[in-house]
């Protein structure tokens, strides 16, 4: 069983910083894209970034120039550094592995992980 776990939300200020931190378990063969989403409340759940198995990322227009994501292949992990936030971050982050094949050949098409909160606030 594939399973992928969040660390890293918190409170945090205004123009502040926090790191999210994202791993995937379980006998994984291959991930191909992994990715940040994020669900504020009474809001449908957006994506924030995603990168490709070869490091071509994108980002919501809304985050560019301030989240950063990035992706470690060998331990099927991936962050989001996000900096300078704002109070409209807010939100649930939720990290996605697409089409994940196990080391049966088995094939997920998409696995979340349970979400952690940020809360920008002062």
Not at 35 to 44: L, S, V
Not at 58 to 83: E, P
Not at 89 to 115: E, F, M, P
Request: hydrophobic share 35%; proline share 2%.
């Amino acid at each position: 069983q594939v399973q992928l776990v969040e660390s890293g939300g918190g409170l945090v200020q205004p123009g502040g910083s926090l790191r999210l931190s994202c791993a995937a378990s379980g006998s994984i063969f291959s991930i191909n894209a992994m990715g940040w989403y994020r669900q504020a409340p009474g809001k449908e759940r957006e994506l924030v970034a995603d990168i490709s198995s070869g490091g071509s990322t994108n980002y919501a227009d809304s985050v560019k120039g301030r989240f950063t994501i990035s992706r470690d292949n060998a331990k099927n992990a991936v962050s989001l550094q996000m900096n300078s936030l704002k109070p409209e971050d807010t939100a649930v982050y939720y990290c996605k592995g697409t089409n994940i094949v196990d080391v049966s050949h088995y094939r997920y098409l998409a696995v979340w992980g349970q979400g952690t909160l940020v809360t920008v606030s002062s």
